[in-house]
């Protein structure tokens, strides 16, 4: 994943996270979509700009990506459960892409297996979610297993409340993600939790 901010004059300079100023404008390059983030207060200049911008680096890649603008305020579905993960900035070595497939592909990594393909991290995680989704968990519990993972890593090693929990659980709720949608979060947060903790070891 590639951060960026975007100046008035259009150029893109890469940060580390996203404070969400009310006159910013970010790109978010999650390889398989491109998010825009619209500051409320943002130029239409900017605004204008950055979507050359994106236009450009997408014409750049083997596969193009999906474009979505997000508006300040009104921030939604899988960038908005990314959110606070944006804010805080992750240090990951190994780029992580997510699906935008709606349904876990799980036949076509158990495919690759069978014929003795060890599975790359994309399918690692897939295994991971398919596994998940098989546990028929509530869609409340997934969103409690999602706000428990987003927290983990915005609170670091700080101890984790059953109220802010709650809270980020009813946030994720209301982002209308779909079943599949949160076991991918879910196993591709816990995938970056053992990455980090081993990189801390």
Not at 19 to 37: E, I, Q, S
Not at 75 to 86: K, R
Not at 124 to 136: F, G, S
């Amino acid at each position: 994943m590639k951060l960026y901010s975007v100046a008035e004059n259009g150029a893109l300079r890469k940060i580390g996270k996203l404070a969400f100023a009310d006159n910013a404008v970010y790109l978010v390059d999650d390889y398989k979509n491109m998010y825009l983030w619209f500051g409320q207060k943002a130029s239409k200049k900017k605004k204008d700009l950055s979507q050359k911008k994106a236009d450009a680096l997408n014409k750049k890649k083997e596969t193009t990506a999906n474009i979505q603008i997000v508006h300040q305020g009104k921030e939604f579905g899988a960038f908005l459960a990314m959110m606070d993960i944006l804010k805080k900035g992750l240090k990951v070595k190994a780029p992580i892409e997510r699906r935008t497939e709606l349904e876990i592909q799980y036949e076509d990594t158990k495919e690759l297996i069978d014929i003795g393909l060890e599975p790359d991290l994309e399918g690692e995680i897939t295994i991971a979610a398919h596994k998940l989704a098989q546990e028929k968990k509530s869609y409340d519990e997934l969103c409690k297993a999602l706000a428990k993972a987003q927290l983990t890593i915005i609170k670091s090693k700080g101890k984790i409340t059953a109220a802010e929990i709650n809270k980020k659980a009813k946030e994720i709720h209301k982002s209308s993600s779909t079943y599949d949608e949160l076991c991918w979060l879910i196993a591709e947060l816990n995938m970056l939790l053992k990455k980090q903790s081993f990189e801390q070891d």
